[in-house]
């Protein structure tokens, strides 16, 4: 089954860029993913799909600052321009059938 | 507009049972699958169960597989989640989400919108 592995923290300045990875468990490199993003006591955010080849969908109203990409196993989401607002928890999300619907650990982003 | 809402949350005993509800608006509730999902205080998320556009297919975690039920009423816009034999661990914030694609099996495509939760604490 599938595992997805986050770092723990991230930090950026406002108004710089960071790049956030996800990054699949072997023989799951292929799976396509999705980001969440989860400000600080609220839900849960779908940001947007990610497949392997780097082609990304965004979720409605998702701003364009948000993009992502792939490298192998690799996952990544990066936002542009950080606004103070993008100081959340950011979690990414893959499926079969055989886990079912996996998460992982999370990234705290902290915008300095 | 997309709604989910949660109700049913609340303080129970450990042993005890609870029913947690979801109640879907804003789009053709019977086309997608449905899923919750819970975050303990402090903690990451974690998927709980999904249920297919038709009820046909259903999975839970291990953690409560066999104590865990879900269901939904399409005719409603209804998705529930009995909750049996509660343990101190099951206390979190349970969110109602939606699958993204239309007819496939709950576990096939991400999850693209949440319900704000309804918290479950399971103490004595």
């Known amino acids: 089954q599938p595992v997805l592995t986050q770092s723990s923290s991230a930090s950026a300045s406002l108004g710089s860029s960071v790049k956030l990875t996800c990054t699949l468990s072997?023989?799951?490199?292929?799976?396509?993913i999705a980001w969440h993003q989860q400000q600080p006591g609220k839900a849960p955010r779908y940001l947007m799909k990610?497949?392997?080849?780097?082609?990304?969908n965004k979720g409605s109203g998702v701003p364009d600052r948000f993009s992502g990409s792939s490298s192998g196993a690799d996952r990544y989401l990066t936002i542009s321009n950080l606004q103070s607002e993008d100081e959340a928890d950011y979690y990414c999300e893959t499926w079969d059938s055989n886990s079912y619907v996996v998460f992982g650990g999370g990234t705290k982003l902290t915008v300095l | 507009e997309v709604q989910l809402v949660e109700s049913g949350g609340g303080l129970v005993q450990p042993g005890r049972s609870l029913r947690l509800s979801c109640a879907a608006s804003g789009f053709t509730f019977d086309d997608y699958a449905m899923h919750w999902v819970r975050q303990a205080p402090g903690k990451g998320l974690e998927w709980v169960s999904g249920i297919s556009w038709n009820s046909g297919s259903i999975g839970y975690a291990d953690s409560v597989k066999g104590r865990f039920t879900i269901s939904r009423d399409n005719a409603k816009n209804s998705l529930y989640l009995q909750m049996n034999s509660l343990r101190a661990e099951d206390t979190a914030l349970y969110y109602c989400?939606?699958?993204?694609?239309?007819?496939?099996?709950?576990?096939?495509?991400?999850?693209?919108?949440w319900g704000q939760g309804t918290l479950v604490t399971v103490s004595s």
């Open positions: 990610l497949e392997g080849s780097g082609s990304y």
């Open positions: 989400a939606k699958g993204s694609s239309p007819y496939y099996d709950f576990w096939s495509g991400e999850l693209d919108y």
């Open positions: 072997s023989g799951h490199s292929s799976y396509i």
